[in-house]
């Protein structure tokens, strides 16, 4: 059974860096995409960014282009999230998700599936971010 399990978050103030990462257990994640959602109280869960393990075909909300940076190491089953120059908004638990696909799911577009979250099946526990002004 695939399981998730992310680390790497914290209390940061604007302007600072943050790095998130999720360890994959339980299957040969060649043909997944692995994402990262995040949700803020009070709010519904938001598609961060996401990559396909295979051929590291990505996409990012627009609220975190330039500025964030999703990546996988493929011989540790890790997927990470660089965050550069955080804003208070940016602060929410912060959830790695995964899903087996047989396409890209609109990755490297705009829109398609994999920016859902019901998307995906299966979901690590989450990590807060907190960004203070």
């Known amino acids: 059974q695939v399981q998730l399990a992310e680390s790497g978050g914290g209390l940061v103030q604007a302007g600072d860096s943050l790095r998130l990462s999720c360890a994959a257990f339980?299957?040969?994640?060649?043909?997944?995409?692995m994402g990262w959602f995040r949700q803020a109280p009070g709010k519904e869960r938001e598609f961060v960014s996401a990559?396909?393990?295979?051929?590291?075909?990505?996409s990012y909300a627009d609220s975190v282009k330039d500025r964030f940076t999703i990546s996988r190491d493929i011989s540790k089953n890790t997927m990470s999230l660089q965050m550069w120059s955080l804003k208070p908004e940016d602060t929410a638990v912060y959830f790695c998700?995964?899903?087996?696909?047989?396409?890209?799911?609109?990755?490297?577009?705009?829109?398609?599936?994999?920016?859902?979250?019901?998307?995906?099946?299966?979901w690590g526990q989450g990590t807060q971010v907190t960004v203070s002004s």
């Open positions: 339980g299957d040969t994640f060649t043909n997944y995409a």
């Open positions: 990559i396909m393990w295979g051929d590291g075909t990505r």
């Open positions: 998700a995964a899903s087996r696909q047989k396409d890209s799911g609109g990755l490297g577009q705009s829109a398609g599936p994999l920016f859902l979250a019901n998307t995906y099946p299966y």
